[in-house]
T-cell receptor, first 115, second 115 residues
């Protein structure tokens, strides 16, 4: 049972470099999300998608872009990494509507350090 | 906008004892879901328990139960017979009943189990 899988798990970037985090889910979920978690704070939503080909901004979208070309994949891109983007990134997914009680399932997180 | 507040940054409990973690939230919605997630040192987000706002009965999952007070907008988590494996960050989260709304998280409570 893979569930929600994130790659890579760990990455160190230099300021100004670009990278892409990949999220894949095998539960046929319509909704997918990218969150970031910083010390002393809960998870904050970066971007989300309600279906293939759609994306929308969350609470903290600046400096990030996303794409959902396939239903099972949700990519998070950093075009020019900054030290403020050092964080743990979580991908999540859920069904459309009330199935499974609206539960959101999370990946294991990706640790990103920008130096 | 919905907000979730966890006023206890840290809690500790003796092994085998009972502990209650507090959560309050603010919303103008009448239908919604509330969740408690556990985040152990591995950083994985694990669903502990879910409550539907339209249900008056408090949710229970083995040693975990909630005290849901809708009028007071309070959603506390009680852990009975605390075990060493319960040590983790616990996040309270809110999600609207309808639509594609994301989870709104509190800032978390770090629970320490004293052997």
């Amino acid at each position: 049972n893979a569930g929600v899988t994130q790659t890579p798990k760990f990455r160190v970037l230099k300021t100004g470099q670009s990278m892409t985090l990949l999220c894949a889910q095998d539960m046929n979920h319509e909704y997918m999300y990218w969150y970031r978690q910083d010390p002393g704070m809960g998870l904050r939503l970066i971007h989300y998608s309600v279906g293939e080909g759609t994306t929308a901004k969350g609470e903290v979208p600046d400096g990030y872009n996303v794409s959902r070309l396939k239903k099972q994949n949700f990519l998070l891109g950093l075009e020019s990494a900054a030290p403020s983007q050092t964080s743990v990134y979580f991908c999540a997914s859920s069904y459309l509507g009330q199935a499974s009680g609206n539960t959101i399932y999370f990946g294991e997180g990706s640790w990103l350090t920008v130096v | 906008a919905q907000t979730v507040t966890q006023s206890q940054p840290e809690m500790s409990v003796q092994e085998a004892e009972t502990v209650t973690l507090s959560c309050t939230y603010d919303t103008s919605e009448s239908d919604y879901y509330l969740f408690w997630y556990k985040q152990p040192p591995s950083r994985q987000m694990i669903l502990v328990i879910r409550q539907e706002a339209y249900k008056q009965q408090n949710a229970t999952e083995n040693r975990f139960s909630v005290n849901f007070q809708k009028a007071a907008k309070s959603f506390s988590l009680k852990i009975s017979d605390s075990q060493l494996g319960d040590a983790a960050m616990y996040f309270c989260a809110y999600r609207r009943y309808f639509g594609n709304e994301k989870l709104t998280f509190g800032t978390g409570t770090r629970l320490t189990i004293i052997p």
